[in-house]
């Protein structure tokens, strides 16, 4: 029950960050995938930015929950759905082996920064 409570107020923390267009769902477990049409990288890198602080700095009962973001976004390398969500997943993984609660940017090469 307390980790339904900690994912509702996650939910909570999306829903008053972004904009009317965007899109937040929950995509499995404890992870959330967002959609942003017509954003650039840096207004997404901001967009995440804003919501990993959002979390960070939200009263959750019996402890602190923060968020690892990874960001990818539609080029010539990532077309589809599938290679979108592998992009976003693996700057995510990039993200939580860099000490969680920061953001990861998915690269042409595969890697994050």
Same mark, same amino acid.
């Given at each position: 029950?307390? /980790?339904?409570?900690?994912?509702?107020?996650? /939910?909570? *923390?999306?829903?008053?960050?972004l904009r /009317?267009?965007?899109?937040?769902?929950?995509?499995g477990g +404890?992870?959330?995938?967002?959609?942003?049409?017509?954003?650039?990288?840096?207004?997404?890198?901001?967009?995440?930015?804003?919501?990993?602080?959002?979390?960070?700095?939200?009263?959750?009962?019996?402890?602190?929950?923060?968020?690892?973001?990874?960001?990818?976004? *539609?080029?010539? +390398?990532?077309?589809?759905?599938?290679?979108?969500?592998?992009?976003?997943?693996?700057?995510?993984?990039?993200?939580?082996?860099? /000490?969680?609660?920061?953001?990861?940017?998915?690269?042409?090469?595969?890697?994050?920064?």
């Amino acid at each position: 029950l307390e /980790g339904d409570k900690a994912l509702q107020t996650v /939910g909570q *923390c999306l829903k008053s960050t972004l904009r /009317g267009a965007d899109v937040a769902a929950r995509f499995g477990g +404890e992870e959330f995938s967002i959609l942003l049409p017509q954003t650039n990288l840096p207004e997404a890198v901001t967009i995440a930015e804003r919501i990993r602080q959002k979390v960070e700095q939200t009263e959750f009962p019996n402890r602190q929950v923060t968020v690892s973001i990874g960001v990818a976004t *539609c080029s010539a +390398e990532l077309q589809n759905v599938p290679a979108l969500i592998e992009a976003a997943d693996k700057a995510l993984y990039q993200a939580k082996h860099s /000490g969680r609660n920061n953001v990861q940017i998915y690269l042409k090469n595969g890697d994050a920064e």
